[in-house]
């Protein structure tokens, strides 16, 4: 992450200082592990040549040792470019699953020449934050429905590893996506509402991410207290209201549920709903133990 940082700065002061400056380059991100498809490079120039636009988009498969393992859902469909900031922000911070620098080709002007280090230890939180100053950049964002890239599948690698040094219990990035949005205003009542529901689920992604920590259960407990002490976290979690059909689906997974201003954590076993100090004190349960 670190190394990818430092080269787009790098690449960016070197040909901005240029004297070819009536030239556009393109930047491409490519994460060690993975690969582009054979034909990549031919399709991003075609995109940025028939169609003015300052980013591209596109899609990916996952593959392990050079086999497909998921191939893009969206391929084939036909591409789209969005110029409209509102529309945008919906698309790639509500709708989501365009998190990774990776999966966008990028003029050069739209790079930010700042300083990412401090979210290095967040995982994508480096991705995500230097992703909003491009969107805020570009003009035009084109969304290339076509698998380009290689995602490869490795368990060893930061991304996949979970691990305690990646968790942020104050949710640093989660409070800078939605400062950005409050910054820009361009969002209705109902993509705020959309915004909500979708940070709840991220909320409750943040429990399973504990939970499948490489850590021992007074470790993963110390994680779940943290994230429960976390202002924004509470806030968000206290203004949901959880009705019977969403809690049908809670009990597929782990979560805390915090109820008005009780804050003791309920586990997801078995099907039901327990108060997990009650379970902890009572040496029941552990948390790999993630219920069905």
């Not at 368990?155 to 996949?160: M, N, Y």
């Not at 076993?269 to 948390?287: A, D, E, M, S």
Request: hydrophobic letters at 35%; one cysteine or more.
């Amino acid at each position: 992450m670190a190394a990818r940082q430092y080269a787009l700065r790098y690449t960016k002061m070197k040909y901005a200082q240029s004297s070819e400056t009536t030239q556009q380059y393109i930047v491409i991100n490519l994460d060690s592990d993975d690969t582009m498809k054979p034909f990549a490079l031919e399709r991003i120039h075609e995109a940025f040549s028939h169609n003015p636009c300052d980013m591209v988009i596109y899609g990916y498969d996952r593959t392990q040792n050079n086999n497909v393992l998921y191939t893009y859902e969206r391929q084939g469909l036909p591409s789209t470019i969005i110029s409209d900031r509102r529309k945008l922000y919906v698309k790639v911070l509500i709708e989501g699953g365009y998190s990774t620098l990776w999966r966008k080709a990028m003029l050069l002007q739209t790079i930010p020449d700042e300083d990412y280090s401090s979210y290095y230890s967040i995982q994508l939180g480096e991705d995500v934050i230097q992703s909003l100053a491009m969107y805020k950049a570009a003009k035009r964002v084109m969304f290339l429905e076509e698998s380009l890239y290689n995602y490869e599948k490795n368990p060893s690698s930061l991304t996949c590893n979970v691990h305690q040094n990646f968790f942020d219990p104050e949710m640093t990035v989660e409070r800078e996506v939605e400062k950005f949005l409050i910054e820009d205003n361009v969002l209705t009542q109902e993509d705020w509402d959309l915004f909500h529901q979708m940070m709840f689920n991220r909320l409750s992604g943040k429990i399973v991410y504990i939970i499948r920590m490489k850590r021992n259960y007074h470790e993963k407990l110390d994680c779940l207290h943290q994230l429960s002490n976390c202002a924004y976290y509470k806030e968000k979690m206290l203004s949901r209201k959880t009705d019977l059909q969403e809690m049908k689906l809670l009990r597929r997974t782990a979560h805390l549920l915090f109820q008005r201003q009780s804050l003791w954590p309920i586990l997801v076993l078995g099907g039901r709903f327990y108060p997990l100090y009650v379970l902890y004190r009572q040496g029941i349960i552990r948390l790999k133990a993630t219920g069905s």
